[in-house]
């Protein structure tokens, strides 16, 4: 049985230093490395805190074989047709997704809005609407966020790039890109791009939650 | 989306009831019926917005076109925003462009105000 590497390969899943899970485990930080490097064994209420802090079944760690672990990031995704009817079929799926993982309602609307307005860029402006295509919206929830990634096989759009809007009245005349982007940005924590031309356009949108904060002004 | 228009004992002034998101999938749908009103004698638009989901900047652009076309002779009001649109006008910074009311009577009052200042500048 070896403990050792089973821990390590769960800690290193979990982000958490030696020096960390030692602290919260009551140990010294040796002590857990040299549990790992597997040259001690830890008493089985050592192993207990382990497991609670690193948020694993003791039993995973003693039996690896056959024992599912529990990812701390679930992922789920959907993949929809590049026609703007399916808007409101992505608003419903990343809605009940939140839902199921206690997301607060205003970081729901919040998040709503941004791939709303990320999506629609993919349809109008990667796809041009253009003959049948496919993007892919990932939703990755974490304990402290919800990544969204956008991924479409489109024409290069970096919404990052777009011109700002501009100062005058708004009339109506000026395309909603701008506005749009605009809002994305603002609900946002943090939007990052890339592309490649094997893989596309790629937008990832993080968004922060449980966070005692005032709405974004 | 459904777009319902309603007349008003003012024939100048078309209430126009919307329900669903205001989305980019319709918005240019609402244009479309929007302007159908406007070829009327219709000068001000008041838009019910309580059955409205969800807005975003595709509708945003429609609303802000019905502004500029209905400025000159009358106007554009908003009523019953939910939340969720309030806090989209709000985040666009737009507020101070869209002209809203809590009720159609306020919204009928704001229009007959406006309305005045114009006739009397003209």
Redesign the interface.
């Known amino acids: 049985m070896n403990i050792g590497a089973r821990l390590r390969e769960v800690r290193i899943l979990r982000g958490i230093s030696l020096r960390n899970l030692a602290r919260k485990v009551g140990v010294s930080a040796s002590f857990i490395s040299q549990v790992e490097q597997n040259k001690c064994q830890p008493s089985l209420e050592t192993l207990r805190k382990i497991s609670e802090v690193l948020e694993v079944n003791t039993s995973y760690l003693l039996e690896p074989q056959d024992y599912e672990l529990a990812p701390s990031k679930e992922v789920v995704e959907i993949r929809l047709p590049n026609r ?2 399916y ?2 079929t992505l ?1 419903d799926f990343l809605k009940s997704v939140c839902q199921k993982n206690g997301v607060p309602t205003e970081d729901i ?1 919040d998040i ?2 941004a791939v ?2 990320a999506s ?1 860029n993919v ?2 402006y990667a796809y041009q609407v253009g003959p049948l295509n496919y993007f892919k919206v990932r939703v990755s929830l974490d304990r402290d966020l919800v990544q969204i990634d956008v991924l479409d096989r489109g024409k290069r759009f970096n919404p990052l790039e777009n011109p700002p809007r501009s100062k005058n ?9 701008g ?2 982007i ?2 994305m940005k ?2 946002m924590d943090d939007i990052r791009y890339r592309y490649s031309p094997n893989e596309g356009n790629h937008l990832t949108l993080i968004k922060r939650i449980f966070q005692s904060k005032g ?2 002004q | 989306m459904k777009i319902e228009v309603i007349d008003t004992q003012r024939n100048d002034i078309h209430l126009v009831k919307l329900e669903g998101r205001l989305d980019a999938n319709f918005s240019s749908q609402l244009e479309d019926e929007i302007d159908r009103v406007l070829e009327q004698k219709t000068k001000s638009i008041i838009l019910d917005l309580s059955e409205v989901t969800y807005l975003s900047s595709s509708g945003l652009r429609v609303l802000l076109a019905i502004n500029k076309e209905t400025e000159r002779d009358g106007g554009l009001v908003l009523i019953n925003l939910p939340g969720i649109v309030k806090r989209v006008i709000e985040v666009a910074e737009l507020k101070d462009y869209l002209t809203q009311a809590d009720t159609l009577e306020e919204a009928m009052a704001l229009l007959e105000a406006q309305r005045q200042v114009k006739g009397t500048s003209s």
């Open positions: 703007l009817r808007l409101s608003a609307e709503l809005v709303d307005e629609t349809i109008k009245k708004p009339s109506g005349d000026e395309e909603d890109l506005i749009g605009y809002v603002k609900v709405r974004g």
